[in-house]
């Protein structure tokens, strides 16, 4: 995903802006693997394959995003179907 078209996107739920925290970018400033936070509604999107994962959440697979976020050092709530940070770390403590 290129770095550029952050400034773009917003959040398909309350139409915030989104937060972005890089995780692996290209020399290119390709983002590889990142995360976006929409502050208000506390949902998260993972950049997996530089890819942003932003569909509703009755479509998305929280099985397949979990091994990444774990990696990342997020805590979420398995037990729900939310896709919402769900504990203290903020996008600024990521690994």
């Keep these: 995903m290129n770095r550029k078209l952050v400034d773009k996107l917003c959040c398909p739920f309350d139409k ?5 925290q890089v995780i692996q970018e290209t020399e290119y400033q390709e983002i590889i ?5 929409c502050e208000s509604c506390q ?9 942003p994962i932003m569909t509703p959440d009755e ?11 774990e990696r990342w050092g997020l805590e979420i709530d398995t037990k729900t179907n939310s896709f919402k940070i769900a504990g203290p770390k903020t996008t600024k403590e990521l690994k």
């Design 59 to 69: 479509y998305r697979e929280k099985s397949l995003e979990l091994p990444n976020l």
């Design 43 to 51: 949902r998260y999107f993972p950049i997996i394959y530089g890819i």
């Design 33 to 37: 693997e990142g995360l976006l936070t």
């Design 16 to 20: 915030s802006d989104l937060k972005i």
